[in-house]
């Protein structure tokens, strides 16, 4: 701690009073306790402050993994994941996960609805079903490929393909 906050009407007058639901905070964390060092934070930024946190500078902007996770819509697992994998960080903030829907998906999400609603090109025949889990286990296509090569949903095809249709 600085010479200075040894007295408490020093600190007082650099910090001012607690603010309710915070605490001392350093925002540098190997830095000394000094007034251009600290703030009150909440629980919450505190834990995204920490000597263990990886921070990301990405046009201009640095946000902690889980901060970014958050606003790319994926999960910090698969944001660390593509960091550790030593991708480009272009690649590592544009890529958008294979798996799973998300806000970006809408069309593609439409579209799925519409075939569902359309109960003629969602139903699959017996043959159908085998076809699609042949096709699937020759690994040739993904399995939106053989959705769309069917005329349903690709979560049907996943339902195919785990033997649940």
């Not at 970014?68 to 994926?74: R, Y």
């Not at 994941?81 to 069309?107: C, E, F, S, Y």
């Not at 439409?110 to 043959?127: F, I, M």
Request: charged share 25%; hydrophobic share 35%.
């Amino acid at each position: 701690m600085c010479e200075r906050w040894h007295h408490i009407a020093n600190f007082v007058a650099d910090m001012g009073i607690k603010p309710s639901g915070t605490s001392l905070d350093r925002i540098d964390n190997n830095g000394n306790y000094e007034p251009g060092n600290c703030r009150w934070a909440t629980i919450h930024e505190q834990s995204r402050n920490t000597s263990t946190t990886i921070l990301i500078t990405f046009k201009g902007k640095t946000k902690c993994v889980a901060e970014w996770a958050t606003v790319l819509g994926i999960s910090r697992g698969a944001l660390r994941n593509r960091l550790a994998k030593n991708w480009p960080i272009d690649k590592v903030m544009t890529l958008r996960p294979k798996r799973g829907w998300h806000p970006w998906q809408a069309d593609a999400m439409t579209a799925c609805l519409d075939k569902a609603r359309n109960a003629q090109q969602g139903k699959l025949t017996d043959e159908n079903v085998g076809e699609i889990q042949a096709t699937y286990s020759r690994g040739s296509i993904t399995q939106a490929e053989i959705a769309a090569k069917f005329g349903v949903c690709q979560s049907t095809i996943s339902d195919v393909i785990r033997r649940r249709a």
